[in-house]
């Protein structure tokens, strides 16, 4: 059976989302893997939060190009770890994320997300 990571994350505005990540195969540590993704959604908040006026787009374009110099520095074969780095993507990006009840509609204007 394939490896799990659930995972709660809150919004400035203070929805919540709930996630089921799936883990790679070759996960060294799920706390690890949980940790890190709440050290890396801390600073990208603070970021946002002292910078102002960041749009979704520039978070979203930031944060690939954080991939892709982390993928990119990586001793390995290049084009191995970003084939890991697309497959790890697209697996998360399709995993299940259900919106916790009482949150603010996706379609209602609000200042923090």
């Known amino acids: 059976m394939p490896k799990r990571l659930p995972y709660r994350a809150n919004t400035a505005s203070g929805n ?3 996630f089921e990540f799936p883990l790679h195969s070759e996960t060294g540590s799920a706390v690890h ?3 890190l993704l709440d ?3 801390g600073a990208v908040d603070r970021e946002v ?5 960041v749009s979704n787009g520039d978070v979203l374009q930031a ?3 954080t991939l892709a ?3 990119r520095i990586l001793p390995g074969d290049p084009g191995a770890l970003a084939g890991l780095a697309r497959q790890l ?4 990006l399709s995993a299940p994320a259900l919106p916790a ?3 603010v509609a996706p379609e209602e204007p609000r200042e923090l997300h």
């Open 33 to 35: 893997v949980a940790n």
């Open 69 to 71: 110099v982390r993928t």
């Open 63 to 65: 944060l690939a190009m």
């Open 39 to 41: 050290a890396v959604l």
């Open 16 to 18: 919540q989302f709930e």
């Open 101 to 103: 009840a009482g949150n």
């Open 89 to 92: 993507l697209e697996e998360s």
């Open 49 to 53: 939060r002292q910078l102002g006026g």
